[in-house]
């Protein structure tokens, strides 16, 4: 299983990007993935989730509006769209996998990222003010 980030970078505030989780190895449609970050100096925070079967969507309260997340046809890329760009918003974003149809639902991959075994190495995004 590989999982590639891109599209980040340097965005000003209020702008947007659009962000890509290139995976391969996954067998569908048993696994989710779920889009996570990592500011400097703080603990990763579990952004949103999709489920690979039912293309449901999961989003941590302080995402929602802002964040949405979606995959491809070909069930090969994930993305997580941001708008209105926050200075706050700059971190590492990561995007993992993991099989099974339960660590979406209840918001459950926000507070157990260690039980995804599948991650990608991050992308960068900074936004100056």
């Known amino acids: 299983v590989q999982l590639v980030e891109s599209g980040g970078g340097l965005v000003q505030a209020g702008g947007s990007l659009r962000l890509s989780c290139a995976h391969s190895?996954?067998?569908?449609?048993?696994?989710?993935i779920a889009w996570f970050r990592q500011a400097p100096g703080k603990e990763r925070e579990g952004l949103s989730c999709i489920s690979s079967g039912d293309g449901r969507t999961y989003y941590t309260d302080s995402v929602k509006g802002r964040f949405t997340i979606s995959s491809d046809n070909a069930k090969t890329t994930v993305y997580l769209q941001i708008n209105s760009l926050k200075p706050e918003d700059t971190a590492v974003y990561y995007c993992?996998?993991?099989?099974?149809?339960?660590?979406?639902?209840?918001?459950?991959?926000?507070?157990?990222?260690?039980?995804?075994?599948?991650w990608g190495k991050g992308t960068l995004v900074t936004v100056s003010s």
């Open positions: 190895g996954l067998v569908f449609p048993d696994y989710d």
């Open positions: 993992a996998a993991e099989y099974g149809r339960s660590y979406c639902s209840s918001n459950y991959y926000s507070t157990h990222p260690d039980e995804f075994d599948y």
